[in-house]
Every structure is written in structure tokens, then in C-alpha cells.
């Protein structure tokens, strides 16, 4: 039934564009009759740092302007990503989201210490990249959202190594007082109701300066069940068996989202405008978004409290003006964004009480216990937080856009920061097992990272003759990458499996470890206390703790008494090449060959090495064509990237992430798009095919030993994450009825099946990504200022997936599937003034 559905309404969309396209042809256009606002955006980017209309810019760009935004009832990632086609993504929730542009993905990113993201992020003129996931800014009363396919390592810099995403908000106006105020109630199949209301106010002071304000609330319905359940735990006879009656609830996975942000714009006089900014936003989410297969369709068996609460907030400062005739422009801004999460540890203690039978489980490995020595429940829970803050500067000059000899050049410094703690927590654990000063932590991590950026960088164009231009652009840069604290295991009330004596005579860890926790912290004279031990002289002072919360201090750099961070740093040059053709008006070929690159950093795993910058080199032609008076646009790109040293993320020993360089890939792709605007009717059809693969194995270390027993994915093992195939398609019919405006709207999205991991036997064992097509369908009426729709989105409640994943490496036996939001029905309504 589900799959003649959908047949139907695409067959349906497809027989009326074929009957809407002739009549629609000869059609007045349904806007001139009103004073209605144009179903089509005439989208201006600054992708280069100026402004110039879309279709005259020589990079694989696609934009997503004001209107489409609010036709198509846009308001977060994973909605505008929907029609990107160079893009995808992984996320287990809301807020915890990796994205990805034209296969560079290897998978297992968006860790708090893991690498920097491959795709840089920007509100306005200020980078929002983190390194903990991609900032999910709430989409509403933006001017356009801008997708730039490709290294974008000149103008950007760093985490642009495959592409930018930037989000452009509306500005101030001064010339007349306006607002806004729209509202949505929606139901989600097999879950609850939801509804947002979002709101904006445009106040001019005078002339010359205007204040714009926004605000928004949104509740999204949960859909998930945690179902009752109960997991049994070694030894048998005698073990421990515990269900999740306390935590049984439907609709588990809900979420809200307010916020708001204020633009103040003030004109100092002709030529110079200061706009500072304020983006305040806060997500609570309950329940977890990914289902187990093995339990229901929707439905997990969760065993402890789970939610996560994210806030962040931004002041910004921009500051535009001229000397002489070049453009100047400054950007600053600071970030601040703190998340706090509890998350069901549950799987990891039933795979490692599996793995550890053989003596026990894991109250005969972990020693298990409480103060009084009896064995307890080893379920655990993760009481985690990260307290992120970035800083970034930016200043420019930009000589007239209309010179044949153009330049762009400036200077940009950012510094990001992360505080991260992790409690692994086991109720009622003993303090002889728990890490030092924390009783009932079985491991803790409490480190500092910071990374900084500095560059400068230039970008010179030169017309050869009216038709033929090329531009030429570097950006040399310095990184430096550091993080200091502590990780791992506290006592052990046993033995010492590495030499066999007892407790009392020996320092090292739960769980038989030596390796990790406080068996590895700096004494005063510069040895760990292992060391110590060894040397049988265990009798020296533990430092004190360089990051707050910690027992001591374990990845550390000891140096004359002192404990630094430990750091890597690097610096090089990236560039950009492009020929500019344009043959006449209306048609623009180009070729470009540019580069992109991502810093190295520092394993928060004292004992596993530091991982080396990785680059991608891009070569690409591409051609916009804007025809029929410009109603039609067809644009596109052929390209092929070489991705060298790629960082590879992935669970270790213990499920403690690990990164390093992987191999060399090769990656070739199409991207295209059309618009065509035909009366009453505006069609939209963008899609991409991308074809990226390793170049040599893949092993479990940077070195392969060579007799093939290590390779974790052989030569020509496609990167994961990315389909293949990927294409949507929008239509919209509006008609005059009266001195209103009635429409009809239509989405389709397909894309096809990828790998969930590039490790061959990790991705047999977690399972693919299945293909799905999923449509929206939507019919409304607006006057020149309200409007009012009835819709509907994935009418077909396909059961896409953005992600697969497991909560630890050994937990083979449990998959969790990430699906996009099922069917969703609603009304919405909006009124300006």
C-alpha cells in the first residue's frame, strides 16, 4: 500500500507538470495581480566576500533564499540539508550532528575530542564551527542559506577543507517599521502533537539606524517508546537480574527549542555601518532518537534517564565601511555553547559482562561492589558535559568589483576551547573501585582542548578580456592543537593482573588496567605513579589536578616541575585556481582546481600518538546557464578530489575513541540543478552522484604489517555515509483567487543506500543505510498579508535512515537506527504587520 502511494503521488506531481506546463506558459504570472510577494528569490551571495548574483559566481554554490525558506516551512538542519544534494550528514539527536559535502566522510566524527569538522559552518560574516557538531541555528526570518560544494580553504580556512554551509540572517531596515508573526500545530505518526511560533520585529530609530529582533519556540513530538525490558547479568547461579519499569514511556524522544536573536544596525555616516548581534538559543530533548530493530519498530529497552540540554549564545560585531574606494570589512565574534546529557549505558555492561564469562562477567573481572563488598547491578549511566567557547576575528579589504584587476586579502585568528567531563556511573559502586574522590565513577574524563587558528590570505582576479577571466587565491595558515587532564579507571581492590601482586602493594586500576586513570598521573618529581611502583618507590606526592573536577593529572607534558598541555601544531598553504568563461549573457563556464585542509590534534588517549593534518585537492568544470529571460537556470559540476592522509575515527580498547591517518581516497562526483519559472508554476530539481573510494587498505595501524591480517577495509572500499545517489525536487502552482493567491506544493527526496562504517566487518555488523524516497505535500492560500496551509511530510511514513550506530565498540549485538520523523500532519498560519 505504502509503495502504490507513493507511486501515485509522484505519478500525480509528474502528470501535472506535464498539464500545468503549457497553460502555465501563456499564464499571467498569479503575482501580478496583487501586491503579493514573488514566489521566486532573486538571490544575491557574498560566497566571495561580495556581493554578486548566484548565477555569476564560478564555484559550485547553491542558495536557498527567503521565500523557498518559508514556502517550504524550513526551521532546522536536517530540513534544508533535505535539498542540498552535495550534503549529508550522521546524528544520533538533535544538536549532535556531523555533516559531510561530497563524500568526504570516513565516519565516526563529531566526538568532543575527535577531529575538526571537514565542513565549516557560518552565521552571517563569524564562523559557528565546533568542534562537538555542527550548530543547529533555528531557521526562521533568514535571508538565504548558502551551500559552497568544494575545498574552500582560501576564504575560509580550516574546517572548510569540503565545502561551507553559512546562514544569512535579514538585516535591519531602516526605511519602514515591520513584523511578522507565524504559527504551526502539527501530529507525528505513532507519536504526539507539536507546534512552533516564531515571530520578527523591524523598528527603525531614524535614517540611520533600525533594530530587528526575533523569536521562536518549537516543540517537536516524541515517537520513540522505551518499552518495558529486562537485561541478566554473571555469575549464574547468583547474578542479577533488573528491568526499566521505572523508565517505560511513550512518545520518549520529544524536544523543545526557543530562542531569539537582535540586530542593531547603525549607519555612521555614508560609508561606515556598525551591526552588532545577539543569538540566544536553548534545545531540551528527552528519550533517545535512535530505535533497536531487534526490540520494535520505534522501540528501545532503556534502562536509566536520558536527555540532553544544549544552550548557546553569540555576541557579534561587524563593522563595513570604505577608504577610498575599497570595501573594509571586520568581523568578530565569541561563542559560547554549553551541552549537559544523561545517556543509557546499559549495552556496554551486557556485551562486556559477555566478553568477561569466562571469569565471571564483570563482577568477576571489574570487582563490582559496594562499600560492604557485595556485588551490584553493573548497569551504567554517562553524566556528560561540554563547555564550549570560540573566538574569531576577521578583518578584510576588497578593492571595486568592478575594476578588471580585483583583489580580496585579510587576516583571521580564531581560538576554540572545550571543557569536557564524562562520569561513567555505577550506583552504589564502592569507593575502593571508584575513580579517586568520586564515589560511584568508574571512569571519568575531565580534560581542556584548545585549538587555534591563525592565517592570512588573498584572493586576486584578473579580467584577460571581456569574456575571459582568472583568479588566483592562497591562505597560509599556522594551527596548534593541545589538551590536558584526566581519563580512565580508579583503584583496584584486587590484583595487579600485569605482575600478580596484591592491592596493597600496588597502585594500578579497575577493570585490570594500568594503562589509564590515576596509575598514570604526574608525581612531583616528574614520574607517573606506575613509574613509581615499578621502581619500588611508590612514596611520592600525586600533582594536583590542572583541570578542575579531575582526582589528577594523566595526559600531561611534565617540564621542570610543571604539567603543560600536551600539543601538536603545523602550518602550509592552501590555494585556488579559476578560469571564468563567459560566452554571452547567460552562460558562464569555469574550471577550478583548489585545496582544503583539516588541523591534526592531539588523542585524548595519552598513549595513543597524536594524528597529522589531513588535505583534499579538488579539480572541477562547471557551467550556469540562466535562459528564458531568466526563468530557467540549469547549473552544474563535474569534479573529481584526491583526499591524502584522510583522519580516520573510530572505538577502541575500552570504546575510548581513537584517531589516526588513514589512506589516500579518490572521490568523483555531478552535481546539478534547474529552476524554471513558468507562470504559476516554479519547479526545483537539484541532485548529485558521488563515487568515493579508498586507494589503498585501510589497517588498524597507520602501517600496514603486510600480510593482510590488519586491513580493516581493502583498496576500493566505497567511504561511508554518502549515497551514491541523491535528488529532490519541489513544484509549486499558485493561482490569483481574488485579491489573494492559492497554491499547491509538492517535495520528493531520494537518495539511495550507503555504508554505515568503512570498516568492512563494522559495517556488516552495524548494517547499511537503507535507500528511501519520502515526499511532502502541502496546499495553502495567502493574501498580501496573512497566509494559511494545511501539509503534510513524509506522506508516506517511510522509515528513512540518517544514521545507524552502537553505543560501544563491542556491542556488536545491539544496532541503533537513527529514521527520519515519521509522517507529520499540521496546519500553519502567519500574519505580517
Known amino acids: 500500500m505504502i509503495v502504490s502511494m507513493r507511486r501515485a503521488v509522484i505519478s500525480g506531481l509528474l502528470a501535472s507538470t506535464a498539464l ?20 521566486r528569490d532573486e538571490i544575491v551571495v557574498t560566497a566571495q566576500k561580495r556581493d554578486e ?38 546524528t544520533s539527536q538533535p544538536g549532535v550532528t556531523t555533516v559531510y559535502m561530497r563524500g568526504v566522510a570516513s565516519g565516526g566524527d563529531g566526538n568532543h575530542s575527535g577531529s575538526l569538522p571537514s565542513v565549516g559552518s557560518y552565521l552571517d560574516e563569524q564562523p559557528v564551527t ?107 547461579p547468583g547474578g542479577i537480574t533488573v528491568d526499566n519499569d521505572e523508565f517505560v514511556e511513550k512518545d520518549y524522544n520529544d524536544t523543545e527549542t526557543w530562542g531569539g536573536r537582535a540586530a542593531l544596525k547603525v549607519d555612521l555616516d555614508e560609508t561606515w555601518t556598525v551591526t552588532p548581534t545577539v543569538l540566544y538559543q536553548e534545545m531540551r530533548s528527552h528519550g533517545t532518537y535512535g530505535f533497536d530493530p531487534q526490540v520494535g519498530d520505534l522501540e528501545v529497552q532503556h534502562f536509566y534517564p536520558e536527555y540532553r540540554r544544549e544552550r548557546f549564545i553569540q555576541g557579534a560585531l561587524t563593522i563595513e565601511g570604505k577608504i577610498g574606494n575599497w570595501d573594509v570589512t571586520y568581523a568578530g565574534a565569541y561563542l559560547d555553547r554549553i551541552t549537559r546529557s544523561s545517556s543509557d549505558y546499559t549495552d556496554y555492561s551486557e556485551a562486556y559482562d559477555n566478553l568477561y564469562a569466562s571469569v565471571g562477567g564483570l563482577a568477576g573481572y571489574f570487582y563490582y561492589q559496594d562499600n560492604a563488598g557485595n556485588t551490584i547491578d553493573p548497569r551504567q549511566v554517562v553524566v556528560a558535559s561540554d563547555h564550549f567557547k570560540k573566538t574569531s576575528q576577521e578583518l578584510r ?21 572545550n571543557l569536557i567531563h564524562q562520569d561513567y556511573q555505577i550506583p552504589n559502586l564502592g569507593a575502593e573501585v571508584s575513580v579517586n574522590g568520586s564515589p560511584g565513577t568508574l571512569w571519568l574524563t575531565q580534560q581542556h582542548r584548545v585549538d587555534k587558528d591563525y592565517a592570512m590570505f588573498g584572493e586576486a582576479s584578473f579580467d584577460l578580456s571581456p569574456k575571459l577571466s582568472f583568479t588566483a587565491g592562497a591562505r597560509a595558515y599556522i594551527y596548534d592543537n593541545s589538551l590536558i587532564g584526566f581519563f580512565g579507571f580508579g583503584r583496584n581492590p584486587g590484583v595487579d593482573p600485569a605482575d600478580g601482586r596484591p592491592y596493597t602493594a600496588s597502585p594500578f586500576n579497575a577493570a585490570g588496567s594500568s594503562r589509564t586513570g590515576v596509575a598514570g598521573c604526574f608525581l612531583a618529581d616528574g614520574r607517573t605513579l606506575r613509574d613509581a611502583y615499578l621502581d619500588g618507590s611508590p612514596t611520592n606526592t600525586l600533582l594536583p589536578a590542572t583541570v578542575a573536577g579531575g582526582p589528577c593529572t594523566n595526559l600531561a607534558t611534565y617540564a621542570s616541575g610543571r604539567l603543560l598541555p600536551k600539543k601538536t601544531g603545523g602550518q602550509g598553504v592552501t590555494y585556488r585556481f579559476n578560469l571564468t568563461w563567459k560566452p554571452s549573457d547567460g552562460l558562464l563556464f569555469y574550471a577550478v582546481a583548489s585545496s582544503g585542509f583539516r588541523p591534526g590534534g592531539i588523542n585524548r588517549r595519552g598513549d595513543v600518538a597524536p594524528y597529522s593534518t589531513d588535505t583534499l585537492s579538488n579539480y572541477e568544470l562547471g557551467w550556469k546557464t540562466t535562459l528564458a529571460d531568466g526563468r530557467l537556470r540549469f547549473n552544474g559540476a563535474i569534479y573529481q578530489q584526491s583526499w591524502k592522509d584522510f583522519q580516520f575515527s573510530f572505538l577502541g580498547e575500552n570504546s575510548f575513541t581513537i584517531i589516526q591517518n588513514g589512506p589516500d581516497a579518490r572521490i568523483r562526483g555531478v552535481e546539478m540543478d534547474v529552476n524554471a519559472s513558468l507562470g504559476g508554476l516554479n519547479l526545483t530539481v537539484a541532485g548529485s552522484y558521488t563515487d568515493a573510494k579508498t586507494r589503498e587498505d585501510l589497517c588498524a595501524t ?34 490569483p483567487i481574488g485579491s489573494g493567491r492559492g497554491y499547491v506544493q509538492g517535495l520528493i527526496a531520494h537518495q539511495s543506500s550507503a555504508s554505515s562504517d568503512i570498516r568492512v566487518a563494522k559495517a556488516a555488523a552495524l548494517g547499511r543505510l537503507e535507500s528511501y524516497t519520502t515526499g511532502n505535500l502541502a496546499i495553502g492560500f495567502e493574501l498580501s498579508r496573512m497566509s494559511f496551509e494545511l501539509f503534510a511530510q513524509n506522506i508516506w511514513d517511510e522509515r528513512g535512515q540518517i544514521s545507524r550506530f552502537q553505543q560501544c565498540g563491542a556491542c556488536d549485538q545491539r544496532q541503533y537506527v537513527v529514521p527520519i520523523t515519521p509522517r507529520v500532519i499540521g496546519i500553519r498560519a502567519g500574519t505580517k504587520f
Request: proline residues 6%; glycine residues 10%; charged residues 20%.
Open 130 to 236: 565546533t568542534i562537538g557538531g555542527t550548530l543547529d541555528v533555528h531557521i526562521y526570518d533568514v535571508a538565504r542559506i548558502e551551500s559552497l560544494a568544494g575545498p574552500q580553504g582560501t576564504l575560509y580556512g580550516a574546517s572548510s577543507q569540503a565545502g561551507t554551509i553559512r546562514i544569512i540572517t535579514n538585516k535591519p531596515e531602516t526605511e519602514a517599521f515591520e513584523g511578522r508573526v507565524d504559527a504551526e500545530f502539527n501530529s507525528v505518526a505513532h507519536g504526539g502533537q507539536g507546534g512552533k511560533i516564531e515571530g520578527m520585529i523591524n523598528t527603525p530609530f531614524s535614517d540611520r539606524a533600525a533594530l530587528r529582533v526575533v523569536g521562536f519556540y518549537q516543540r517537536d513530538a516524541g515517537y520513540i517508546d522505551n518499552v518495558p525490558g529486562t537485561r541478566s547479568f554473571l555469575p549464574t
Open 702 to 735: 597507520q602501517i600496514c604489517i603486510g600480510d593482510g591480517s590488519d586491513v580493516l577495509a581493502p583498496e576500493g572500499t566505497r567511504l561511508p555515509i554518502t549515497p551514491r545517489f541523491k535528488i529532490s525536487s519541489t513544484a509549486r502552482y499558485s493561482v
Open 20 to 39: 500545468i506546463l503549457p497553460a502555465a506558459a501563456q499564464a499571467q504570472d498569479a503575482e501580478s495581480s496583487s501586491d503579493l510577494p514573488s514566489d
Open 53 to 90: 548574483n548566484i548565477q555569476s559566481v564560478p564555484i559550485s554554490i547553491q542558495a536557498i533564499g527567503t521565500r523557498r525558506l518559508d514556502q517550504l516551512n524550513i526551521s532546522n538542519f536536517t530540513e534544508y540539508t533535505q535539498l542540498l544534494p552535495s550534503v549529508a550528514f550522521q
Open 397 to 417: 579589504v576588497a578593492s571595486p568589483s568592478e575594476d578588471p584587476f580585483r583583489i580580496v586579502a585579510g587576516l583571521f585568528y580564531q581560538r576554540q576551547s
